[in-house]
């Protein structure tokens, strides 16, 4: 009996042995690397960035100008606001701006006080105003429309950015200028290290906009001096920029 235990237990102790032996293996295999992959962990590669920068003259601008209004309560400096602003989008329209190019940026509505010393604040009446970004796709009718919604009762305005209607080209431009600055850098560092350039792995990019600060104060001046003068306004040039990045490999 004490033989056909010992029997048994033996034979348990193997068939466990047998089971984990596998497992052990598994654990301890190594997957070998593939070819794809060794060959990258060798290389020598060049992280490389340039950009690429064009001058155009723009062809639209977008200007925000509005309306403000006081008056003893909120109901009559609301009313007296929205009176001035329809006013002005009137004038937007003769002007040749359509209504798609109008678009309500701002509108407050605030209680204003009066803080005589050692007194405590009094109410002074309501303050309006209402705003609107007006995109402008033909330059040579900005300064006609300014004139016209000042005329109109706007008498608010406060920032001017020029565009283009359609910047594919300036882009694909700035681009083009950048690949090529990229590609020279590429090759200059190669050959100062002793290698070629081999393939192009990854490239990456962004595009950015700058412009002169626009005219603003010489376009107040211009219209207090001459209320015949339509209000002279210079695009002047922007610069379109394309930032790339760009990943080469390097061969001997």
Known sequence: MNTLMRAGALGLTLAAAA???????AQTASVPATPAADSMFRATTLNLSA???VDVAPDMATITLGVQTEA???QEAMRANAQKMSQVMAALNRAGIEGRDIQTSNLNLNAQYDYPQNEPPRLRGYQASNQVTVKVRDLARLGAAVDATVNAGANQIHSINFGLNDSTAAENAARQAAVRNLQAKAQLYA????HRV???VTLSEGTSYSQPPPPMPYMAMARAESKDMSTPVSGGEMT???DIS???ELTR
Do not use: C, S
């Not at 089971?19 to 293996?25: G, H, L, Q, R, S």
């Not at 050959?191 to 002793?194: I, S, V």
């Open 198 to 200: 081999g393939r192009l």
């Open 191 to 194: 050959q100062a290290t002793g």
């Open 246 to 248: 760009g990943l080469y």
């Open 72 to 74: 003893a309560t909120a």
């Open 240 to 242: 379109v920029r394309v």
């Open 19 to 25: 089971a984990v032996a596998p497992a052990a293996m």
């Open 51 to 53: 950009m690429g920068e």
